[in-house]
């Protein structure tokens, strides 16, 4: 019997430590907090630097086709290829943007040939009218199918070592605050926390300005930057800049300041064609990347905008009042909605009062 009552004690003291510890545990994990998906998205990364030979054979060849002088003798089959892009940009004109959102998808330029058959015959642009897009698109793509070789063989070496020397510098002195920039402009710029990734496609050449967004198929941003153009500390704006011009099509809900500005100008009456409207929410654009930049990376860089030939300088009328009341908000000494008003405000005043050209 003592010994029946000595195990059964035993075994209830066992049962009891073993409840004690399950509670213990339990309540562990009830004190644990649960992931927050804002902390998460926080962490990702932003942008994905890619390098894509037929992107950077695309805009090389973009760049002599936008320039009035022959293309330099630079491979044999060259100066066809360039003659090529110039007749579809007088034929496709913003069209064009159909052919680069299916090349970012490719690898080679048979696999565009194949997937510009695929295209619709006509497409509509954004200013409502019909272009006729699939025989030119398969016209450019069996032209840079026969020029890829010579491309690979005699330029490409050349230009995948400048563009992957840029993507290192970008790993090294850009990586470590990119989440401390995207954090700040998206806080300042009044955008929600997207969770998107902005592609951003690294080539040695490009035409001006040396920097461009375009929509893809499912309406997400992709970026195209010129290594030639952007170089040093003007390589992160750029990647800030066309970055901001890709997230903002994922966030346009309210407190969207490029948005709100926009609205308020409509609103104010002055028509979509107008200076203010089409160039006052994107000259907020060069302030914040050249500014986040200043602040966060390097103080002594040199704002893109800055300069004679400068955005600043061609839109002075906007700039004058754009740069101070932004400045002084990322200053702490105004409010983001007091910012917002005086800009559109001022963006108002200049329109109708200097009778401000139409945007082209």
């Known amino acids: ?3 029946m009552r000595r195990l059964m004690t035993a075994t209830f003291q066992c049962l009891r430590l073993i409840i004690a ?7 562990a994990f009830s004190q644990t907090p649960a992931a927050n998906p804002r902390e ?3 962490r990702q990364k932003r942008i994905d630097v890619r390098i894509n030979h037929l992107i950077d054979l695309d805009y090389m060849v973009r760049k002599y086709a936008a320039s009035k ?3 330099p003798n630079k491979v044999e089959g060259f100066e066809d290829l360039v003659n090529v892009v110039r007749q579809l940009q007088t034929e496709f004109g913003a069209g064009l943007a159909a052919i680069h959102s299916v090349l970012i998808t490719c690898k080679t330029a048979s696999e565009a040939v194949d997937k510009f058959s695929q295209l619709p015959e006509f497409i509509t ?5 019909q272009v006729k897009i699939r025989e030119g698109a398969i016209r450019y793509g069996r032209a840079l199918n026969a020029f890829e070789p010579a491309f690979l063989k005699d330029i490409w070496p050349q230009h995948k070592l400048v563009v ?15 989440q401390e920039c995207f954090d700040y402009l998206i806080k300042r710029l009044g955008m929600e926390d997207s969770v998107y990734q902005a592609p951003i496609y690294l080539v040695a050449e490009s035409p001006w300005p040396g920097g461009f967004t375009f929509w893809d198929r499912t309406r997400k941003g992709a970026c195209v930057i010129s290594v030639e153009v952007n170089q040093g500390s003007a390589l992160f704006e ?8 890709a997230l903002d099509i994922e966030t346009k809900g309210d407190g969207n300041t490029l948005a709100e500005i926009e609205r308020g100008l409509l609103k104010a009456g002055l028509s979509e064609s107008d200076l203010a409207v089409r160039h006052g929410p994107h000259l907020l654009v060069f302030i914040q990347s050249a500014e986040t930049v200043k602040r966060l990376i390097d103080p002594s860089h040199k704002a893109y905008g800055e300069g004679e030939k400068g955005v600043y300088a061609r839109l002075q009328a906007l700039s004058d009042i754009e740069l101070p009341v932004w400045i002084a908000y990322l200053d702490g000494k105004i409010t983001r909605e007091d910012a917002v008003n005086r800009i559109v405000e ?4 200049v329109s109708k009062e200097t009778k401000l050209p139409k945007s082209r």
Not at 21 to 27: A, K, Q
């Open 1 to 3: 019997m003592r010994k």
């Open 21 to 27: 510890l399950l509670f213990l545990s339990s309540f």
């Open 40 to 42: 998460e998205n926080k």
């Open 69 to 71: 002088s022959e293309a």
């Open 125 to 129: 642009t954004r200013k409502e009218t």
């Open 164 to 178: 992957e020397r840029a993507a290192a510098y970008i790993t090294k002195d850009f990586e470590p605050k990119e």
């Open 238 to 245: 750029t990647i800030l800049h066309e970055a901001i011009h």
């Open 346 to 349: 001022g963006l108002v005043k």
